[in-house]
């Protein structure tokens, strides 16, 4: 019989297949003593299998390429933590087996990662990814992770770890569903790089059963399990309508009465510039470069490497904007050359801008290297701190840019609510704002944005993050400056027209996004999307305030 469950919709698209779940089984390996004289071949065995890990995580990179790779690299040098081989070594040396001092080990790195602080939900998923591979491979077990299949499936799982989504086959995975995970979690980033529907936050998906047939609709976050017949045409037509009614939309982002609205691509490195191109992204509204960092997380990449980086980024779109984002390194991003080790509390610690005016080297480094990147090309180059607080924060960053020489506009995100509150101020300091609001939600509502339990919060529907941005597009209105979306907000067709309603001048998003945001903005007035911004502002939770908004757009 039909039932419906209802999680949070990530990734647009329906998918209709049967349900494979991932190979999730922790293995736990018996707790047996080893002789002495046998510890020397163990400890041997654990660094062979730590380091075939790491190098079928790194191919798997190469593989994928864009932002994935670089999450996976990140991967791979977690394996290779010289500290964590030191403590498998140690606790082998006293008679661990090499899987159960692999086991073990972990478990203790991942209290201590747990007891440093919610933000590390997101980490604590890669580390067990990791530990499982490392224990499957000791045990001759065949590796967790994505089911071997011939025939396309929706794939369930309690969590992906980046490892996972970034090998997704799309012509075989169909779509995917996670009990855990919020809109702006990384998973969910990386499923809309991929354009796979995708479902997060459903408690309860685990228990659908092996081989179930399922229609996920990645837009409205429903999923029906066995659908009637019914049911799967209704859902089919309606896909295939929109899919025809996503091509007829081309060009420019504009309202139906021509007010326009930049569409641009977030990308993480120039692996994501094709699908932006394909996608006819306007430009690039967030480049997130620190995923160029996250090979060695001991140093900076050199300024020959980010040059050469950058530029293939800036290439890619003569004559349209492009908006570098400096490093972001922090929280649930750590560089250990530049992330302090024992903060109590990262995500509101020494990250983003504050970790680089802390090393100015860094930042001077990064900058000239745009500035040698954007030599000679025709683009027009925007640049932007991450996690501004206040115009202090803003005119530092400002005065760095100039000290550079840096030929471009300086902006600063707005992720944190002062900066929201005091945009005026912030913008005597620089000319333009991009809205974070990943992190302006998780920021404002309190609630990590890696965790599915408190994914209510971070939903961008929420009336008081849209005051937010309300406040942040009429101070750049007023001090004639633009002010765009850059978070995963964006990326919601309905909600990127009532962004528009509250004055927003341009809209940045995964390249899959790009169409169904296009082909919904271009049937709206700007005046409709005005009243459907107001109406949602004065709604008092999130779904009330999308039912408000649906109804304006919809003329009801
Ligand atoms: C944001 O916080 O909304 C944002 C765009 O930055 P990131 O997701 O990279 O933190
Ligand atoms: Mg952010």
Redesign the pocket.
């Known amino acids: 019989m039909e039932t419906t469950l209802r999680g949070v919709g990530v990734s647009h698209g329906v998918a209709i297949g049967e349900v494979r779940h991932m190979g999730t089984a922790v293995l736990e390996p018996p707790a047996k003593q080893i002789p002495a004289d046998e510890a020397e071949r163990e400890q041997g065995r654990a660094r062979q299998a730590v380091e075939a890990v790491a190098a079928d995580l790194v191919a798997r990179g190469n593989l994928a390429g864009g932002e994935a790779q670089h999450v996976l690299e990140a991967q791979a040098m977690m394996a290779q933590d010289p500290e964590l081989i030191a403590d498998v070594d140690r606790r082998i040396a006293v008679g661990s087996t090499a899987e159960r001092g692999v086991y073990d080990a972990f478990a203790a790195y991942r209290a201590l990662l747990a007891n440093a602080g919610e933000y590390l939900a997101g980490r604590v998923a890669d580390l067990d990814d990791v530990r499982n591979r490392i224990v499957a491979r000791l045990l001759g077990v065949p590796m967790p992770g994505v089911p071997d299949s011939d025939e396309p499936y929706v794939l369930i799982a309690r969590d992906l770890a980046p490892a996972d989504t970034a090998l997704l086959d799309p012509t075989l995975v169909l779509g995917f569903v996670t009990e855990e995970g919020g809109p702006?979690s990384h998973s969910a980033i990386l499923a809309r790089a991929l354009g796979v529907p995708a479902v997060v936050a459903l408690p309860g998906a685990g228990e659908i059963a092996e081989g179930t047939v399922v229609a996920v609709d990645g837009s409205t976050g429903e999923i029906f399990v066995e659908p009637s017949q019914e049911k799967r045409a209704e859902m089919e037509s309606a896909s295939a309508a929109r899919r025809a009614a996503l091509s007829a939309v081309t060009g420019p982002g504009a309202t139906s009465d021509g007010h326009k609205v930049p569409l641009l691509a977030n990308v993480g490195g120039p692996g994501d510039v094709p699908a932006a191109l394909e996608a006819g992204a306007e430009g690039v509204g967030?480049f997130?470069t620190e995923f160029l960092f996250l090979d060695d997380s001991k140093q900076a990449p050199s300024e020959e490497k980010q040059v050469e980086a950058y530029r293939a980024v800036l290439e890619a779109f003569p004559e349209g904007r492009v908006v570098v984002r400096v490093l972001?390194a922090g929280a649930d991003k750590p560089l250990e050359f530049l992330t302090p080790a024992d903060e109590p509390n990262p995500a509101l610690g020494v990250r983003g801008l504050r970790s680089l005016l802390d090393h100015p080297d860094v930042l001077r480094t990064q900058l000239t290297a745009l500035s040698r990147a954007a030599e000679g090309l025709p683009v027009y180059l925007e640049v932007m701190a991450?996690m501004v607080a206040d115009r202090a924060d803003a005119k530092a960053f400002a005065d760095a840019c100039r000290e550079a020489g840096l030929q471009a506009k300086f902006g600063a995100m707005v992720?944190i609510p002062s900066a929201a509150l005091r945009a005026r101020s912030i913008l005597q300091e620089v000319e333009f704002l991009s809205l974070?609001?990943?992190?302006?939600a998780q920021y404002t509502f309190a609630a990590d944005r890696q965790v599915g339990a408190v994914s209510r919060l971070q939903d961008p529907w929420q009336p008081a993050l849209l005051d937010l941005v309300a406040l942040s597009a009429e101070a750049a209105r007023a001090e004639g400056k633009s002010c765009g979306v850059?978070?995963?907000a964006a990326s919601d067709p309905l909600l990127a027209c009532v962004l528009t309603g509250l004055g927003v001048t341009s809209l940045s998003m995964g390249a899959a996004s790009i169409p169904y945001v296009r082909a919904t903005l271009a049937k709206h007035t700007l005046a409709q999307c005005g009243r459907a911004a107001s109406a949602a502002r004065a709604a008092d939770s999130a779904d009330e305030a999308r039912l408000a908004a649906q109804a304006v757009l919809s003329g009801e």
Do not use: S
Request: hydrophobic letters at 15%.
């Open positions: 702006t967030l997130r972001d991450p992720e974070g609001t990943n992190d302006l850059c978070g995963e």
